[in-house]
Structure formats: structure tokens, C-alpha cells
């Protein structure tokens, strides 16, 4: 794993731990310091095609927690 990736992954497991739930795209994206929405999307497909994450549907799952795609329009 990259530091990228590993930044992107850290940031969405201590988010959970402090929230209870997992980031959504734009709160996610505030994290990473990034402006693109579909910035973040690149991080997460990248995860998946490494296995770090898995897609189910709408959601992301990072060892049981989802991020749901759904506030996105």
C-alpha cells in the first residue's frame, strides 16, 4: 500500500471510530483536502482494485463499515 492510499484509509477508519459511521464522499473528500468529489471516487476504486475495500451496491465496505454513495446528486 502507498501512502496515498494508506492516508485515504486511515482517514476513513478514524473517522468511524470518532463518528460511529463511516465518511461520506464530500466529508471525505474535506478530509483528504481535496476540492473533486471524483477525486475521492479514483482513492476508493483504487482501494477496491487492490483489496483494501469492497463495493456492495451503493456503499464501499472498509472491514464492515459502509460509506454510502447516496448523498451524492
Known amino acids: 500500500m502507498n501512502k ?13 471510530k ?5 465518511p ?7 478530509l483528504l483536502d481535496l476540492k ?5 471516487w479514483w482513492k476508493l476504486q483504487r482501494l ?5 475495500i469492497r463495493r456492495e451496491g451503493k456503499t464501499y465496505v472498509v472491514k464492515g463499515a459502509k ?3 447516496d448523498d451524492i446528486k
Open 48 to 52: 477496491e482494485d487492490n483489496g483494501y
Open 4 to 16: 496515498e492510499d494508506e492516508k485515504t484509509l486511515t482517514c476513513i477508519k478514524t473517522f468511524f
Open 67 to 69: 460509506i454510502s454513495f
Open 18 to 22: 470518532v463518528n460511529g459511521r463511516v
Open 24 to 30: 461520506t464522499i464530500r466529508e471525505l473528500a474535506e
Open 36 to 40: 473533486s468529489t471524483s477525486s475521492v
